[in-house]
Structures are given as C-alpha cells and as structure tokens.
C-alpha cells in the first residue's frame, strides 16, 4: 500500500483567511507556495496499476487534491471545517458520485443524516455511510486501516485516529488532536503489537505563544511533543500546521532545529510505502 501527503495545513488552511502575514501574502501571490489542508491519499502500491483510492479526511481542498479518478472510500477523523466538509463535493453539483463509502461515527452520522446540504448527499445516494467505532479495522488493498478514538473537546462527534496497517510496515494517523493522552502517544512509541514505522502527527503550533487565542484552539506544541517523543525510533513527520508555525518555512530557524532533531515536516506529495 502506497500513503501520499496530500495536505499539512490545519483546517483554515495557507493562505489563511483575513491573515496579511509573510507566508499568507506569499500564498495568495504565488498559488505554487499555498499550502493545501492535512489528509492522506491510500492507494495500491504500484500506482502504474492502481485502481483503488481511499481518502483519510475530506478536506475543502479535495478538488486540488484527488485525481479524477474515482474514490473508494472516504474515512473521517472528526466534524471539523478541515477533515469533513470536502464530502460536500462528491454531490450532484459536482460529479454526482454514485454511493462513495464514507466511514465515520455514529454521531457524524446523525448529523449528516439532520444537517442540510450533507443530507441531500445520503438521499440522493451520492454517499454510503458505513459506522465505525475505537477498534474497528476495515481491511483493504492488503493491509488495513484500524480505528483508534482519541478525545477532542470542541466537536460533537467522535474524534478518531488511524494505525494503516501494510504489507510490510504500520503508519499511525492523528492529525488534529487537543492534546497527549498517555494511549495516544503509546500508539506513537510502541503501539500493542510492533511499534509503528511511520506517524505523521499532530503539529499546528511551534509554541503556545504562537498565537493569542492558543488557549482556545489548543493542540500539542511541536516544542512539547518534540521533548516527549524525542527517544522514540518512529520516523516522526508534523502535519496540520497553522499558517503562523514558524517550522512550514523551510530556512527557518525552527525548521533547523526540528531537523537537527531528526523530526520532520509532512511535505504534500511525500509517500510512504508501507
Ligand atoms: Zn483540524
Ligand atoms: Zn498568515
């Protein structure tokens, strides 16, 4: 199975709106240095023969992001502005999929099921909503895909994270979450069976004193989870980053230091075999 970045962004995505910053300006100027929001692309492994694409969060950039080839399933972490509201593009006024199995919780369920215009999406069979739930493994391309719930106190729904299991090697998926758990980072560093070869984590803020409203919008620091994680042999990769983290520059200082420390950033377009 082959795992593709297709985004690192958090959810308000780079440029970001009412942002005059460096990275912003740059981002509206040259549309080459936008930054597309965090999720994952999984597909059979030799892309020559590829006929299977699943999709880990429906990003509003999903346009940008897939091919126009067909999708064959969409996994949602949570309700949120960045992971689920690119579902609004599989609908009649776009391609007019026909039945895309979207795995989600119970909870997201109901509220597609209630909440125009993701209901129009169920009624007129443009999705298949398919429950999952803390533990749940869905098997595909030879490998599959294990459902971990993890907590995030400012949506209604379940939030969950993902170990993709491979042929030959784990990748554990937790883009956006409140903060450590003494599970979560478990499934980090030795997970129940193998350690994971691969996480790609976490990483919107550099430091809490990134942004004004950090309490709000809190996530783990790349700073703290750098000092927790740093004795861990994963290969360790930051997505959903905000677009006033320091580290999405490349020659800055804070990116020198993530390095040095043998982290890195979850570049769009890297892919992992596993
Ligand atoms: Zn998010
Ligand atoms: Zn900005």
């Excluded at 593709?4 to 780079?14: H, I, P």
């Excluded at 960045?82 to 989600?104: A, C, D, Q, R």
Aim: hydrophobic share 30%; net charge negative.
């Amino acid at each position: 199975m082959k795992v593709e970045v297709l985004g690192n962004a958090q959810d308000g995505g780079v440029p970001h709106l009412g942002c005059e910053c460096e990275m912003c300006e740059e981002a509206r100027e040259k549309p080459e240095k936008a930054k597309k929001i965090a999720s994952l692309l999984l597909e059979e492994g030799d892309s020559e023969n590829s006929n299977a694409q699943y999709l880990i969060d429906a990003t509003p950039d999903i346009r940008y992001q897939t091919t126009g080839k067909y999708i064959d399933g969409v996994f949602l972490s949570h309700e949120g502005l960045g992971h689920m509201t690119g579902l609004l593009f599989l609908g009649k006024e776009s391609h007019n999929y026909e039945g895309i199995p979207v795995y989600t919780s119970e909870k997201a369920n109901e509220f597609l099921q209630k909440n125009d215009p993701y209901r129009l999406l169920k009624d007129r069979g443009n999705i298949d909503v398919y429950e999952i739930e803390d533990g749940d493994k869905q098997n595909l391309m030879n490998g599959c895909v294990e459902v971990i719930e993890t907590e995030h106190p400012r949506v209604e729904t379940n939030n969950f994270c993902f170990m993709i299991h491979g042929e030959e090697k784990k990748l554990f998926y937790v883009s956006d979450i409140h903060e450590w758990s003494h599970e979560i980072k478990q499934k980090v560093k030795e997970a129940d069976i193998a350690i994971p070869d691969i996480a790609i984590i976490d990483g919107t803020f550099w430091s809490a004193d990134e942004i004004e409203r950090y309490s709000e919008v809190s996530h783990p620091t790349i700073i703290t989870t750098m000092a927790e994680m740093e004795d861990v042999d994963t290969e360790i990769y930051f997505t959903h980053l905000n677009h006033t983290n320091p580290a999405y520059r490349e020659d800055s200082e804070e990116r020198g230091e993530l390095e040095e420390r043998e982290f890195e950033i979850a570049e769009q377009g890297m892919e992992f075999e596993i």
